[in-house]
């Protein structure tokens, strides 16, 4: 097989967006959601520098290169559309709702400012519905699981994460009514359908994670409260994982996400923004052009340096809450 054949082969198969691009949104919806998720993000860092632990800095660096690299793996659903993790449930299981929320902060802002996944003037909303209502919702599990056995915590974890997909598709269809960019009678139903679906598979990995990281260290999982002191092998396995599952994302889906999905049958895709610069757009590195090796070391350099911010982040809250 030449090369020029494999070339093409990856064209049709190159990560697809997955987060609402500039716009799509108008300025007052858009400047709305940046003023309520900068509020939000700033209540749960003064939450998270409290309630901080020194084991859980680690842990958070670990779980944004996860959560990173997972979002890079688009999987097939029914009508020639795909879906990609969220991940807020899993932070919030693992890391407490507050904590998480940053965590997924951290990936949205590495996403959108190093790869140009998601617009900039819209990228208060991308956090708001992909990372803080679906870290909100994973919080539940820590009430709602505590002292049930494994599998009705599993079942709990994957429920929730359900719901995250399902509340983050309908703020994303709220915005965009409310921006005239859709009817809400047409793009609501439409998001709510295909997410509903999505939101399937974001329990089933959920559920997996969780199940796998509870049978080879139950303490890294908040609501188990195992507190064993153990060395740190488990953060180079951790990142090990990651990066496996960047090494894996040429397989992605080439089918179009959910809200590509619904841009394209509404007729609004076209109005979607040119990135005002570009680094690694679509998840590939220039020089090396839209190959597998490109998109791999692309998402490599992505999951470590959003594991380096959100660690530094942990560590910034951490040495506050001692200093305090």
């Known amino acids: 097989m030449s090369a020029a054949l494999l070339t093409h082969l990856w064209k049709e198969i190159v990560v697809p967006h997955m987060h609402i691009p500039d716009g799509f949104l108008s300025l007052p919806v858009a400047l709305l959601f940046w003023v309520i998720t900068v509020v939000v993000v700033l209540v749960a860092v ?9 084991r859980q800095i680690p842990l958070m660096g670990v779980m944004a290169a996860f959560i990173f690299a997972a979002q890079m793996i688009n999987f097939p659903i029914a009508g020639g559309t795909s879906g990609h993790l969220l991940g807020g449930v899993l932070a919030a299981v693992m890391l407490g709702p507050w904590a998480g929320m940053l965590v997924m902060a951290c990936v949205i802002i590495v996403q959108g400012l190093l790869f140009q996944d998601g617009g900039l003037w819209v990228m208060g909303a991308n956090i708001f519905n992909m990372g803080l209502v679906t870290a909100a919702l994973g919080g539940l599990y820590h009430g709602l699981a505590t002292r049930q056995s494994k599998g009705v915590r599993l079942v709990v974890a994957g429920m929730l994460a359900w719901l995250s997909v399902v509340a983050g598709a309908l703020f994303t269809a709220l915005q965009l009514g409310f921006s005239g960019t859709s009817p809400f009678a047409i793009v609501v139903p439409a998001m709510l359908g295909i997410h509903a679906l999505i939101g399937i598979g974001e329990g089933l990995i959920t559920a997996a994670a969780l199940a796998f990281v509870m049978q080879v260290r139950p303490d890294l999982v908040a609501v188990e409260a195992v507190r064993t002191g153990g060395g740190r092998g488990w953060v180079v396995a951790g990142l090990v994982i990651a990066l496996i599952v960047v090494v894996l994302s040429p397989l992605a889906s080439a089918d179009p996400d959910g809200l590509e999905r619904v841009a394209i049958d509404m007729g609004f895709e076209e109005i979607a923004a040119t990135p005002p ?8 590195i220039p020089i090396l052009g839209e190959t597998p090796l490109s998109t791999i070391l692309a998402g490599v350099i992505g999951a470590l340096v959003v ?6 982040v942990g ?4 040495q506050r809450a001692a200093a305090a």
């Open 46 to 54: 003064r939450k998270t520098q409290q309630q901080l632990g020194e």
């Open 277 to 284: 610069y570009e680094l690694l757009p679509d998840y590939v």
């Open 307 to 312: 594991a380096l911010v959100a660690f530094i």
């Open 315 to 318: 560590r910034l809250l951490h």
